[in-house]
Structure formats: C-alpha cells, structure tokens
C-alpha cells in the first residue's frame, strides 16, 4: 500500500524534518549532512495561479491565507458560509487586492460552478468535522462531507480545474464513527475521480494528517477556555489516549508540498510525532479527571494501518509540548516531510 517519497538520506528519524528545515529534496539544513546549508525558501509555484478553499474561513483556511499573504497568489478565493467570518479574517490579511470573498455552501453545486470559474487549484477543507455532531446528525455530515465533495469534484471537471486536494483526517483510517466514515467515502470520491477526468487535464489528490494544534474547536481552545472559567481539573475520557500533534504551520506546508508534487490520486501522509493527553493537560499546568470515553472516540487514532498515535515511536514530552502550544501557529515553517500512500 504504502509507497515512501522524500526519504532522507543523513536522517534516520522523520521527525528530523520537521524540526531542522531539512526539506527532504536537495536536504539543505539537514544536520546530518556534510557541509550542511541554512534552509531557503520556496519558489512561489502560485504566482500566476488562482487558487480556491472551501471552508475557507475555518482553521486551516485562515492559516493558508496568512502563510500566502508572505508571498501572494494571483488570486486566493475564500469560498465558505460565514460573512462575518470572511468579514474577520479581510480585516486580519488587510483586504489585500488578490483576495477575493465567495458566501457559499458545498452542498450548492451551482454556487460552486460560479466560484470555480478560471480557478487553477482548489483546496476542498469544508467538512462537519464534529464527532458528536456528525453522532448525532449524520444525514447533515453526508450532505457536507461526502455529497458536497462529489459537488467538488463535479464543479472542477466542469470548469476545468488544475488540481483538486482534499484535506482529510485521522479519522478516515479505520473509522469508528460517522464523521471518520464520511471523510473516508470522500477520501475514495476524489481519488476515484481521476478514473473518470477523461481527457482533461485535472488532478484529484488526498492530505491526510492528525490533530491540528489550537484548530477550531479541538482541545487545546476548549481546555484554556475552562482554565478561563475557572475549572479545577480538565476532562479526560481515558487516561490512556494519544493523539497526533501537528502543529497548523508545519499542516500548511504539507498541504503546498502535496500541491507541488500531486500526480493524482495519492493520500499524502506525513510522519508526525504523538502525545499523551494528560500530557497535554499538565503541559497546560492542569490536573485531570477521567470521564470515559464518548461514543465514536478511539484510544489511539491510526494514519494509515499500522501507524496509530500509541505505537508512534515519535513522542513529545510535557517540555515539548509546552513550546509547541506557545508557537505562533502561522509563522513561515520549513517543509515539513512526506509519507506518500496511494490508495488501490
């Protein structure tokens, strides 16, 4: 199943990457590596492009924007269904001139058609990505999650879109709940759209990566909240759990990198270090509580079969992730490094 890309010679451990710049092609900041070089950034591959996300507004969205906003688009087109979100985020680039704001739905196929015109790239991050709430609703995560990816890649093949990368989740690898099953039924809608491109020249890609450190509504926000308000001891449902820890930096490299180096149907996976949570909860300087697990919750979440968040050899200490959860999430990071799988 699993086919490696970006191996690096002098390194043994992945994490290795991510933590010294090196960035897995040319090995330029790789400690291992005689005469090793300082790190360089990037060729914009997007100067001439237009460039589109759904969900443009959410965690990765808002991210994505202020990484461009260092070396701008031709065009950035934030597609999703809050203004006062678009409204925000305007204020936060500085209403730049090669933004442009679409209000819209996934599951509204001919608003999509509109947004789509002479776009290039189309990062699809739109999802209901609440476990509880897809638990609960989960007629609402099929029309978002998996009809509105088929509303993607129908809009894209009509318009003619360059390259289409779906940003998934953990949750897709082995799922045990509705919002895991929906994203891997989209997971296999835009690989499996390749078979059908025809003659066009179009590109339907996968990034699949774990928890995002402070994305909208995971952990990290919701605990300093209650720290806010004033909590005793901070929930866990076992003590037991890990998860992996990306930080929103490193996610957004790994999305440009797949963007550069997608051929069409690949799941890119990177190699990403693990935490405990009650790590998590004392790097936060917190005691904790265990409140049982929750319906739909998994001890270890898995990236691929065979790499899950417990057996990890990577994983970050208390220390660690003190300095992880004080980064500025959306500074310039280096390229952080892939695992490619390509699904049969």
Request: include cysteine; charge should be neutral.
């Amino acid at each position: 199943m699993s086919e490696i890309g970006s191996v690096c010679p002098y390194t043994e451990k992945c994490m290795t990457f991510i933590m010294t710049g090196c960035d897995g092609t040319n090995h330029q900041g790789c400690p291992d590596k005689p005469d090793a070089q300082e790190p360089v950034k990037p060729v914009n591959q997007f100067k001439d492009k237009n460039i589109l996300v759904t969900g443009g507004t959410g965690s990765f969205g808002s991210a994505f924007a202020k990484h461009l906003s260092i070396d701008p688009p031709e065009k950035l087109i934030i597609f999703s269904t809050g203004w006062e979100r678009q409204d925000a985020l305007r204020n936060e680039l500085g209403n730049p001139t090669w933004a442009r704001w679409f209000i819209g739905n996934v599951r509204d196929y001919d608003r999509l058609y509109q947004a789509f015109e002479d776009v290039d790239i189309v990062i699809h991050a739109a999802a209901i990505k609440c476990i509880e709430t897809c638990e609960k609703d989960p007629e609402e995560a099929l029309k978002t999650n998996v009809i509105g990816t088929q509303n993607v890649i129908r809009a894209a093949l009509n318009r003619n879109v360059g390259k289409v990368l779906l940003i998934s989740t953990d949750k897709a690898c082995e799922p045990c709940n509705t919002y895991g099953a929906s994203k891997a039924l989209a997971e296999r809608l835009i690989t499996n759209a390749n078979n059908y491109k025809g003659s066009k020249d179009v590109r339907f890609s996968v990034v699949r990566y774990g928890n995002v450190i402070g994305s909208n509504g995971s952990v990290i926000p919701k605990w300093r909240k209650m720290i806010a308000d004033g909590v005793n001891e901070l929930p866990v449902t076992d003590a037991n759990m890990t998860r992996f820890f990306y930080p929103m930096q490193d996610a957004v490299q790994f999305v440009i990198d797949a963007l550069n180096k997608m051929r069409g149907g690949e799941v890119y996976i990177p190699r990403i270090p693990s935490i405990r949570i009650v790590d998590l909860a004392a790097a936060l300087g917190m005691p904790y509580k265990v409140i049982g697990i929750r319906p739909g919750e998994k001890i270890h979440e898995s990236l691929e079969p065979g790499y899950d968040s417990g057996s990890n050899p990577e994983f970050l200490n208390v220390e660690q992730i003190k300095e992880l959860i004080g980064e500025d999430q959306y500074a310039y990071a280096p390229k952080a490094p892939m695992q490619i799988s390509k699904l049969s």
